[in-house]
């Protein structure tokens, strides 16, 4: 009798123990489903590039993740600062020029998808000056007076621009000599643009003005001076989000973008 207790008692404690590893496997298998949907959910398309398209980009990101539900992380300003993460997460790259993004492709060939190519919006050259224009600049022309500072960026989107400018007017000499400082990107002239009073102008970007509305004035160039270069952005090799990635591509190119980008003073 008691063995017979004995056996039953077993093979119940058996039963019941198969049962909980059956139902722990079950809701493990739930646990893992849960995780991975919820990191479905939190999935980021990663933006990087140079820091003077940063502001309608940002803007139309925010647009874009408001209407989607799909977050944009826009992450910009020199290549050295942001490259290494780049090489890991990036979704997408943007450049502040053709030429710009065509050299990154030639460092960094491993990277660009580069039959997802797409050009944005062009924006004109201008010449940025002091609140207030005190040197009363008003033309290219203007640059060549004695005692003009002009501040150069020599890359960056930037490479050349004053010269093509200057060429077809016959001015290289004349603003090629007041050039009192040449920098390798615009971070670079901002910070010295804020710390040295003493420089005069910045032959640039119109668009870099309404980044810099609070030290900076806006000389326009008459249109059949102006210079326009374009706002090139494609795909990388490594993303894993190309659907998604692409959408967002494709909203930049939207007049609702585009309306952004001329409020920051793209064409």
Request: glycine fraction near 8%; proline fraction near 3%.
């Amino acid at each position: 009798m008691k063995k017979t207790v004995f056996l039953t008692a077993l093979l119940l404690f058996v039963f019941t123990a198969a049962g909980m590893s059956a139902y722990a496997q079950m809701d493990g298998r739930s646990a893992s489903q849960t995780t991975s949907n919820s990191s479905q959910s939190d999935q980021v398309i990663r933006v990087y590039g140079p820091g003077g398209p940063l502001g309608p980009i940002k803007e139309a990101a925010e647009q874009f993740s408001a209407k989607t539900g799909m977050k944009v992380e826009v992450t910009a300003g020199p290549e050295g600062n942001w490259i290494g993460q780049a090489k890991r997460d990036a979704d997408i790259i943007f450049g502040g020029s053709a030429y710009m993004l065509q050299e990154f492709i030639f460092n960094h060939p491993e990277m660009i998808d580069t039959k997802s190519r797409t050009e944005l919006y062009p924006r004109a050259a201008g010449i940025l000056v002091r609140k207030g224009n005190p040197k009363k600049i008003k033309s290219l022309e203007d640059l060549t007076k004695k005692g003009v500072k002009i501040i150069d960026v020599n890359g960056a989107g930037q490479l050349g621009l004053w010269e093509d400018l200057a060429g077809r007017k016959g001015l290289l000499e004349g603003i090629s000599q007041n050039i009192n400082l040449s920098v390798k990107s615009s971070a670079e002239v901002i910070e010295r643009w804020k710390s040295n009073a003493s420089l005069d102008a910045w032959i640039t970007y119109e668009s870099w003005h309404y980044r810099l509305k609070d030290v900076t004035d806006l000389v326009e160039l008459p249109e059949e001076e102006k210079l326009y270069r374009g706002t090139p952005i494609a795909l990388t090799k490594i993303t894993d989000q190309k659907k998604e990635a692409q959408q967002f591509i494709d909203y930049l190119r939207t007049e609702e973008s585009h309306q952004i980008f001329q409020k920051w003073g793209w064409k």
